[in-house]
């Protein structure tokens, strides 16, 4: 009898060792569906009315808090979906759709908690750019999760979730034809390194982006390029004043056709119109050579721009000009260029001139210059919308990339 028992042990034992191996095979086995995963890229392979969906063989922990998703190709829709699931989510289901589970999607900038009606979180995200997702590990706390989500290395928000990261996974979800992504699953994140975020994005000068891509420094236009209301417009989230006067960019590929234009606007400016066509604004048009300022038309100017070529602009403040932005510069004798610029300011306003003029602008009027490969091209005397000119450029054709330096005098 004790043989027998014996025999039965061994047996149960044998079995629940199998059981131990088949939970632990299945629990560190990836899971997709309508995807096809080669090396580290994921593509969808459905008929855009399905999801598809990938769930990582392992979840978070202390030692690998967070991944990455670089969007490759965002299909038709970009509807591509970056978070944190359950172990067995059903896969059919974008991230964050269903209980238990947070996901950032690219195609609306929602946030998705358990739920298929989204909150406005972030930007929208398109090819090239990087999304992240991790867990604040020293904010666990009464069975709660940090989650933290990025952009291009940049912290975007976070949510607070219920459970432990030992039951949140890494998913990526899909849902258009075309759509393929690289997946880091032990990427890092400088969290607690200062500087470290501003190394490859300078997205916190812009105020405003619309159709126009920021990586760095560079800027590349991500609109459809087909008619005149398909401007792309960035505008500098400060106005130029008494210390910050002067902006360059340098066209590094001219696209298309070049629509490039540089310039100044006044704040909330139409985002469908190049600076220099509306009102408020003033601009140097690179296709044309031509100066637009507050209409359709305009006035010949300068020489055409081309790749390569360097484009800036400026404002030459009087002395006593008073901003009425709520700057609080009073540095009333700063001079307005510094000695060591390096635009050769041929049209640079002498002392007598600032004297005579200081009276008739009345702080209202200034004189806006623009230059080319480092030298001025002309200048114009325009009245400063309130709250300030703001440095604003606009592009209207595919392929348009350009590199921004909106303090070159600094330093």
Same mark, same amino acid.
Request: hydrophobic fraction near 30%; charged fraction near 25%; proline fraction near 4%.
């Given at each position: 009898?004790?043989?027998?028992?014996?025999?039965?042990?061994?047996?149960?034992?044998?079995?629940?060792? &199998?059981?131990?191996?088949?939970?632990?095979?299945? &629990?560190?086995?990836?899971? %997709?569906?309508?995807?096809?995963?080669?090396?580290?890229?994921?593509?969808?392979?459905?008929?855009?009315?399905?999801?598809?969906?990938?769930?990582?063989?392992?979840?978070?922990?202390?030692? *690998?808090?967070?991944?990455?998703?670089?969007?490759?190709?965002?299909?038709?829709?970009?509807?591509?979906?970056?978070?944190?699931?359950?172990?067995?989510?059903? =896969?059919?289901?974008?991230?964050? +759709?269903?209980?238990?589970?947070?996901?950032?999607?690219?195609?609306?900038?929602?946030?998705? *908690?358990?739920?298929?009606?989204?909150?406005? /979180?972030?930007?929208?995200?398109?090819?090239?750019?990087?999304?992240?997702?991790?867990?604040?590990?020293?904010?666990?706390?009464?069975? !709660?999760?940090?989650? =933290?989500?990025?952009?291009?290395?940049?912290?975007?928000?976070?949510?607070?979730?219920?459970?432990?990261?030992?039951?949140?996974?890494? $998913?990526?979800?899909?849902?258009?034809?075309?759509?393929?992504?690289?997946?880091?699953?032990?990427?890092?994140?400088?969290?607690?390194?200062?500087?470290?975020?501003?190394?490859?994005?300078?997205?916190?000068?812009?105020?405003?982006?619309?159709?126009?891509?920021?990586?760095?420094?560079?800027?590349?236009?991500?609109?459809?390029?087909?008619?005149?209301?398909?401007?792309?417009?960035?505008?500098?989230?400060?106005?130029?004043?008494?210390?910050?006067?002067?902006?360059?960019?340098?066209?590094?590929?001219?696209?298309?056709?070049?629509?490039? $234009?540089?310039?100044?606007?006044?704040?909330?400016?139409?985002?469908?119109?190049?600076?220099? +066509?509306?009102?408020?604004?003033?601009?140097?048009?690179?296709?044309?050579?031509? =100066?637009?300022?507050?209409?359709?038309?305009?006035?010949? %100017?300068?020489?055409?721009?081309?790749?390569?070529?360097?484009?800036?602009?400026?404002?030459?403040?009087?002395?006593?000009?008073?901003?009425?932005?709520?700057?609080?510069?009073?540095?009333?004798?700063?001079?307005?260029?510094?000695?060591?610029? !390096?635009?050769? *300011?041929?049209?640079?306003?002498?002392?007598?001139?600032?004297?005579?003029?200081?009276?008739?602008?009345?702080?209202?009027?200034?004189?806006? /210059?623009?230059?080319?490969?480092?030298?001025?091209?002309?200048?114009?005397?325009?009245?400063?919308?309130?709250?300030? %000119?703001?440095?604003?450029?606009?592009?209207?054709?595919?392929?348009?990339?350009?590199?921004?330096?909106?303090?070159?005098?600094?330093?």
């Amino acid at each position: 009898m004790d043989d027998i028992n014996l025999h039965y042990r061994f047996l149960n034992w044998r079995r629940r060792i &199998r059981e131990i191996r088949e939970v632990g095979a299945v &629990r560190y086995r990836e899971r %997709f569906k309508r995807m096809l995963r080669d090396g580290d890229v994921l593509s969808y392979q459905g008929n855009s009315d399905e999801v598809g969906c990938y769930v990582a063989p392992r979840p978070l922990s202390k030692g *690998n808090c967070y991944f990455e998703v670089t969007i490759v190709d965002t299909g038709v829709r970009g509807m591509i979906a970056v978070g944190l699931v359950p172990q067995y989510y059903k =896969l059919d289901h974008q991230p964050g +759709w269903l209980p238990h589970s947070v996901a950032y999607h690219a195609d609306d900038g929602k946030l998705y *908690n358990g739920n298929t009606v989204g909150q406005q /979180f972030g930007p929208k995200c398109n090819r090239g750019d990087r999304i992240g997702c991790g867990i604040y590990l020293e904010s666990l706390e009464d069975g !709660r999760t940090t989650v =933290l989500f990025t952009k291009n290395g940049k912290e975007v928000g976070t949510v607070v979730v219920p459970g432990s990261p030992e039951a949140l996974y890494p $998913a990526v979800g899909m849902h258009s034809l075309g759509e393929e992504v690289q997946l880091d699953l032990q990427a890092e994140w400088g969290m607690e390194e200062d500087g470290l975020m501003m190394v490859d994005s300078h997205e916190d000068e812009w105020g405003r982006l619309h159709d126009v891509r920021v990586t760095g420094t560079l800027l590349e236009y991500v609109g459809k390029g087909k008619s005149i209301v398909d401007v792309g417009l960035a505008q500098s989230r400060l106005p130029l004043n008494t210390r910050c006067h002067y902006y360059e960019l340098e066209i590094t590929d001219a696209g298309e056709k070049c629509y490039i $234009a540089l310039g100044l606007a006044r704040r909330n400016y139409p985002k469908n119109r190049h600076p220099g +066509w509306s009102r408020g604004s003033i601009a140097y048009h690179a296709d044309d050579g031509k =100066l637009f300022q507050g209409s359709g038309v305009g006035d010949a %100017f300068g020489p055409r721009c081309f790749e390569g070529d360097v484009m800036g602009c400026g404002i030459m403040f009087p002395r006593d000009y008073i901003l009425d932005s709520g700057d609080d510069s009073d540095d009333g004798d700063l001079e307005v260029w510094p000695k060591q610029r !390096r635009v050769q *300011n041929e049209l640079y306003m002498n002392d007598e001139d600032e004297e005579e003029d200081g009276e008739e602008q009345e702080g209202s009027k200034v004189m806006v /210059f623009f230059t080319r490969n480092g030298k001025v091209v002309g200048r114009r005397e325009v009245a400063v919308p309130a709250g300030g %000119f703001y440095p604003t450029i606009g592009m209207m054709s595919t392929g348009e990339k350009i590199r921004v330096d909106l303090h070159p005098l600094s330093g």
